[in-house]
């Protein structure tokens, strides 16, 4: 096969083999390693490897889980969201996705992003890092508004939306720095909407996705 057909031999790669007569795999997989080297550097190391079949990485099932390194979710609005409370809707929704993945794999994010398109295609992203690492579908979506509010004008119309929770790590390898100033009020607080939470992916679970929605999902039907 042509030795242009081996990852990472791209046109420049190709082209200076092809001068030095080196045009399949096998005439690759032939040539001296320090000859390889003096002409392409680390670049040619790594092509002799791949051409001979040399790989010591682990060897890893198609089906083994993969490290999850964020958790997002995007929508394309079917008409142009213009407002808070519109873009709310879409956030909520985006936000619930998003939290409840993140707590299926026991996971909280310390950063969270946002990206907007308008009906021109033009985008906007942002980020926010975060003092507490969160699961939380409530504090995805505060957090998610903190954003849209402080980076978009609320009469420019939105035409996707995207939230991302990045920068993952174990919820029980986290910790909570906490401060003598925290009101119990407000620890109490977290920890009711974390069992809240809770309580919802379990209703899902049982009873399906669509048991629970947020009341911001709920179409309203026309009075007649």
């Not at 609320?154 to 939230?163: A, F, N, T």
Request: net charge positive; proline share 4%.
């Amino acid at each position: 096969m042509p030795a242009n057909t081996l990852l990472y031999v791209g046109k420049r790669a190709s082209d200076r083999l092809n001068q030095l007569g080196v045009r399949t795999i096998g005439e690759l997989a032939a040539c001296d390693p320090a000859f390889i080297h003096s002409i392409l550097g680390k670049n040619g190391d790594l092509l002799l490897r791949y051409a001979r079949g040399e790989d010591d990485e682990p060897v890893r099932s198609f089906y083994a889980e993969r490290e999850v390194k964020s958790v997002g979710n995007s929508m394309t609005f079917a008409h142009n969201l213009l407002g808070a409370d519109e873009c709310r809707m879409g956030i909520t929704a985006l936000c619930d996705n998003v939290g409840r993945r993140l707590r299926k794999r026991g996971m909280v994010c310390q950063t969270v992003q946002l990206g907007i398109r308008d009906p021109e295609f033009h985008n906007r992203s942002r980020q926010i890092t975060l003092e507490r690492p969160t699961n939380s579908t409530r504090a995805l979506i505060d957090l998610s508004m903190q954003l849209l509010l402080g980076h978009w004008p609320m009469d420019k119309p939105v035409r996707l939306l995207s939230v991302t929770a990045a920068n993952l790590l174990p919820e029980n390898q986290s910790c909570e720095q906490l401060s003598l100033f925290d009101a119990a009020e407000d620890i109490q607080k977290r920890d009711r909407q974390h069992k809240l939470d809770q309580t919802v992916d379990a209703l899902r679970q049982k009873f399906g996705d669509k048991s629970v929605m947020f009341a911001r999902s709920v179409k309203k039907k026309d009075k007649k």
